[in-house]
């Protein structure tokens, strides 16, 4: 298993929903239901971060099916998880944005990141959400790929967010219930960039 690490600059969920859209606004993602994360990783990057590479590793030589590595700015990515990506596959898309959730918000790590079906080791006792770098790459990755205003406009049906999203149906009916609760009105509004979108609190 891979080791969790912590961060003391942790977002709790309303912050990480406004992190999310902000940074589908930054790629041009704001207005679409299925995000292109494989063009975002190929293209989009780069143009932030002009030293960024994206690497595919045949699975042989990879135990994990993802590694981010912010300080270097690289995501390696196994063969097969990017050709599944690349074919709208739910669970290697998730992987793909949990892995930019990395790059995006742990610059600050001079480690080793990881994705694997085993999950993370957290080693620091009582690790909150807001602490767990796993837990921080996890929600920003469910809100880009499904943010609060695409789950709010699907509340009614989890199966159809999933299926535009292509996200997992697990994490379609997540982002429903939190895209009812009164912290996510502002966000689950938005049409576009505004100032006052990040929520208090």
Do not use: W
Not at 25 to 39: G, K, P, R, T
Not at 56 to 76: F, G, K
Not at 183 to 198: F, H, I, Q, Y
């Amino acid at each position: 298993m891979a080791k969790d690490y912590f961060t003391s600059r942790g977002l709790n969920t309303p912050k990480m929903m406004a992190e999310a859209v902000k940074y589908r606004h930054e790629f041009d993602m704001a207005y679409v239901e299925l995000v292109d994360i494989v063009s975002i990783l190929e293209f989009r990057l780069v143009e932030r971060y002009p030293n960024f590479r994206l690497a595919i590793r045949a699975d042989a030589e990879m135990q994990e099916d993802a590694v981010t590595e912010p300080h270097l700015d690289r995501i390696t990515v196994r063969r097969s998880v990017y050709i599944a990506a690349c074919e709208d596959d739910v669970k290697a898309r998730f992987t793909l944005a949990h892995e930019l959730g990395h790059f995006l918000l742990h610059r600050e790590k001079q480690v080793q990141m990881h994705k694997d079906q085993r999950g993370a080791v957290q080693e620091i006792s009582r690790m909150t959400a807001d602490e767990s770098i796993e837990d921080q790459a996890d929600m920003f990755a469910r809100h880009f790929l499904a943010p609060p205003s695409l789950a709010f406009k699907h509340k009614d049906d989890p199966e159809h967010l999933a299926a535009i999203a292509r996200i997992p149906l697990i994490i379609a009916r997540g982002n429903i219930t939190m895209s009812k609760r009164r912290e996510s009105c502002a966000l689950r509004n938005v049409t576009g960039p505004r100032k006052d979108m990040t929520p208090h609190g």
